[in-house]
DNA sequence: CGATTTTGACCAGCGC
DNA sequence: GCGCTGGTCAAAATCG
């Protein structure tokens, strides 16, 4: 997980801000998006072998400072639920926002 | 040591 | 036909 803050210094945001969800998700690329302001999107895989889940985080193109969030393939294991002092319930909470952006944004525009 | 992360390159599809 | 973008993989480096 490397000891690396990703860029945690004001409100710069220059990393993306990646929310902790119930499941675990190890980071398998990063691409830069033009179309998103040439901003870069994250990709992220489930950790789990039987898990086809995958993650998609990226900077909403309407919104700089938000985070869209785009869920594809579903979990085969339960939850790894993270212990509440890995969660942090902001994060939580922008999480879900980010999941009822997706559906909103899943349109495209 | 194991685990995880990071970057680059390659490929494919599409548009004009 | 060419260019461009987006997506995934591999390897390497680093951390605890």
Not at 44 to 65: L, T
Request: some cysteine; hydrophobic content about 30%.
């Amino acid at each position: 997980m490397s000891g690396e803050v990703q860029g945690i210094d004001d409100e710069k945001v220059p990393a993306i801000v990646v929310p902790k969800d119930e499941y675990q998700w190890n980071k398998y690329g990063q691409k830069l998006i033009k179309r998103i302001g040439n901003k870069h999107r994250s990709y992220f895989r489930c950790k789990k072998k039987d898990c086809g889940a995958k993650k998609k985080v990226e900077w909403a193109p309407s919104n700089p400072s938000t985070v869209r969030v785009l869920y594809e393939g579903n979990h085969n294991h339960q939850c790894a639920r993270i212990d509440s002092d890995e969660v942090d319930e902001d994060a939580m909470i922008q999480a879900n926002q980010y999941d009822l952006a997706t559906q909103i944004f899943g349109s495209r525009n």
